[in-house]
Each structure stands twice: as C-alpha cells, then as structure tokens.
C-alpha cells in the first residue's frame, strides 16, 4: 500500500483516459471525479472503475470526445443531450446556467439524455450546495435490480444524492442506491471472498443468496426496504428515461456490446434556491444545522456523509491509499492504452 497525492492520482488517470480516447477535458473531469470518489472512501466508484472507463472507450461504446448540447427550453429547465458522453461532461457543461436560472426562478431541472456515468453521484451535488443551493440528483443505469416480489431484473442500481448547505459545517450530503448494496461493492465483496445479508440480492434462479457470485453471475440485487425501495427505483427510472427522453435501464443492453462497462441512460437534477423559500439561506442553513443536531440526540451515531468527509481529510493530509492490486490495475491499463 503506497500513499498518493491526489493530484498525481488524478494526472495519472486523465493520462490513461486520454490514450484511451478521451479529450483533454472530459479525460480531466472524469479522472478528478474517479479520483475523489477514491479520496471520499468510495471504494466502489473510484479507482476500482477504471477498466470499466477504458473498456466503454477502446470499444466506441461511449464517446470521450463527445461535446454536450445544452438546450435552455424553458424558465426552469434545461434539457442537455450527452451525445453518448459521460454524464458528467453534460453536467459540467450545463453547470453555470444552471445555477444562474436556479437563483433567477428559484427552482431548475436538469434533464441529461444519451449519458454513460459510473461514478459517485455525491459528487454531482455537493459543488451547488457549496453555492447555497439545495440539489437532488438521480440516476439510472443498467439493468440489474428486481422489483418487489419480482424474479427478474427491471431496475438498475439508481442512486440518488441530495445535498443542502448548513450553516455551521459543510454541506449535508447523502448518496445511495435504491438497491441494498451497490453492484460494485457487492463485486468487492465478491473478490474479498466475503458473504451477504440475505436481503442483498437473488441467484439467476430468482433465489436469495448470501454469496455475491450468485448475484454477479446471473442474478440479481434486491430494492432496500422491500416495496419502498421498489417505489424510488420506479420514480428515479421516469425522472431519467421517460422525462429526459432516455432509455430505461432494462432498455440499455451491455451484453451483447464488445467492452460495454458504463450503462447508457440519463440523469435527472433539480436545483433549488433557498432564498426563494420562506425564510433565506442564512436560516435555511440552521435549521439544517438544528435537524441534524436533533437526529445525533436522538441517538444516531454520525450524519450520513460525515465518514466521506472525514476520508477526504485524511486523503488529502496523508494521500491517497493505493494498494499493489491497483497499482498492477493501472499498469495494466497502461499497457492496454499503449504504454510498454
Ligand atoms: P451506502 O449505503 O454506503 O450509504 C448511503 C448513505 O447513507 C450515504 O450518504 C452514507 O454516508 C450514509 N450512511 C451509511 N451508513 C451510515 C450510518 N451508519 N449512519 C449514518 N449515515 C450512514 O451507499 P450505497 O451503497 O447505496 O451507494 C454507494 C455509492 O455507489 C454511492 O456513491 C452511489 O452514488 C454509487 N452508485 C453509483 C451508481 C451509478 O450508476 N453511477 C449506481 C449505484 C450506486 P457516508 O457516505 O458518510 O457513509
Ligand atoms: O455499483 O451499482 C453500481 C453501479 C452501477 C453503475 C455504476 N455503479
């Protein structure tokens, strides 16, 4: 295990993504965006999808040079076509004007189409609550998720992530899959040789099963909390299929794709500017300072994106973590991207 800055992490991955067919600037973005999920402690989003990236780009299932439309339709929309790039290229691209009409009408959607994202999606929210607004962001992606009661998959994993600025630390941000696990670090568990809860996920029988194998192999993840997880999933698959004019995630088919790693679906972001609420930003941010005072006497042990930041700390004192198997990942993709 070696330590390493975040900055020549991040060099070394946009390096990578260039050779594989990236621009400058979205190898830029993605590679910041894999970097600090790693820094955050997002195991499952960081370094670990870097085959992924590259696979989805030396296959021409994703385009890493593709430039983002961004169409202003309406007071409180944009509708941006990713042009079969990443999510987050569109996002960035439509980043500013956004924020500008969010604070002009108080409220904006964004609707991302034809987008690939792979990614942590606290990393979408967090930088608009830094501005003082509040986001939701979801996201669906490939199909891999069964409905309640259900044997077969409808759904993907679909994360969404909300964050709202707080007066007397940074932003609260949550950010979780509507499945129990995420399929990647049901895929870590599965290399660590660890087993599940029984509520994770079926076998390709449409049987539960503790071993991640099973699922990987064929079967299936399960909605947390049963039929309500199942209702989110079904909300987050209108938001970014039939609203932004996507495809459904049992609609985006990898299979049968040479290389295809990154799911093929759209994403959907609501900003709102809570100056426009009854009471300002100022108040705003103590009241959420106060909830999150009453739910820690309450007994809950942390607020949920505390251990993200505590990981970013740590990283950028100390450096990143890399161990000898992803360091041997990354001279693999060297390899495979034309470095001897
Ligand atoms: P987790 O279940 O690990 O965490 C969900 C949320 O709960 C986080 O905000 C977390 O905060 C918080 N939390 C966790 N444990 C506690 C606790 N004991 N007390 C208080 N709060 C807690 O997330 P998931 O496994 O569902 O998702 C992991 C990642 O996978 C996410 O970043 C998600 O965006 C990503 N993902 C991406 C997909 C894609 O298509 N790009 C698809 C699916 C998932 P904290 O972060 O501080 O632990
Ligand atoms: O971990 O479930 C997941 C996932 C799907 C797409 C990107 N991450």
């Given amino acids: 295990m070696a330590q390493v800055k975040f900055e020549s992490l991040a060099e070394r991955l946009q390096n990578i993504l260039e050779r594989a067919g990236c621009s400058t ?51 409180g929309f944009i509708r941006i076509d990713a042009a079969n790039g990443f999510a987050v290229s569109a996002l960035d691209a439509g980043a500013k004007l956004a924020i500008e009409k969010a604070k002009r009408n108080g409220i904006v959607v964004v609707a991302i189409r034809n987008s690939h994202h792979l990614g942590a999606l606290s990393l979408d929210v967090e930088p608009f609550a830094d501005v003082g607004l509040v986001a939701l962001a979801v996201l669906n992606s490939m199909k891999g998720v069964v409905p309640y009661g259900g044997k077969s998959a409808v759904f993907g994993t679909n994360p969404m992530a909300f964050a709202a600025p707080r007066a007397s630390a940074p932003p609260f941000v949550f950010d979780q899959a509507v499945s129990t696990m995420a399929r990647g670090d049901v895929s870590i568990a599965m290399n660590e040789g660890r087993t599940l809860t029984s509520d994770v996920g079926v076998d390709k029988h449409g049987l539960q099963t503790t071993d991640p194998a099973d699922i990987i192999d064929g079967g299936a993840l399960l909605t947390f909390g049963g039929h309500k997880g199942t209702t989110l999933a079904l909300m987050i698959e209108i938001l970014c299929a039939a609203l932004v004019g996507g495809q459904f995630s049992y609609e985006c088919v990898l299979e049968t794709m040479p290389g295809a ?61 890399v161990s000898r198997e992803e360091f041997d990942m990354l001279a693999l993709l060297d390899r495979d991207t034309g470095i001897h």
């Fill in 25 to 75: 600037r979205v190898a830029r973005l993605i590679a910041t965006n894999c970097a600090s999920a790693e820094r955050d402690g997002a195991k499952s989003h960081g370094l670990f999808r870097m085959p992924g990236y590259v696979s989805s780009l030396v296959g021409n299932w994703v385009d890493g040079r593709a430039e983002p439309i961004v169409d202003d339709v309406a007071p």
């Fill in 261 to 321: 790693a990154t799911p093929r679906t759209g994403q959907t972001l609501i900003l709102i500017d809570p100056t426009a609420g009854s009471t300002g930003l100022p108040h705003f941010q103590i009241r959420v300072d106060e909830l999150m005072q009453a739910v820690i006497d309450a007994g809950l042990q942390r607020v949920p994106g505390d251990r993200r930041l505590i990981a970013r700390a740590r990283a950028m004192e100390d450096g990143i973590d």
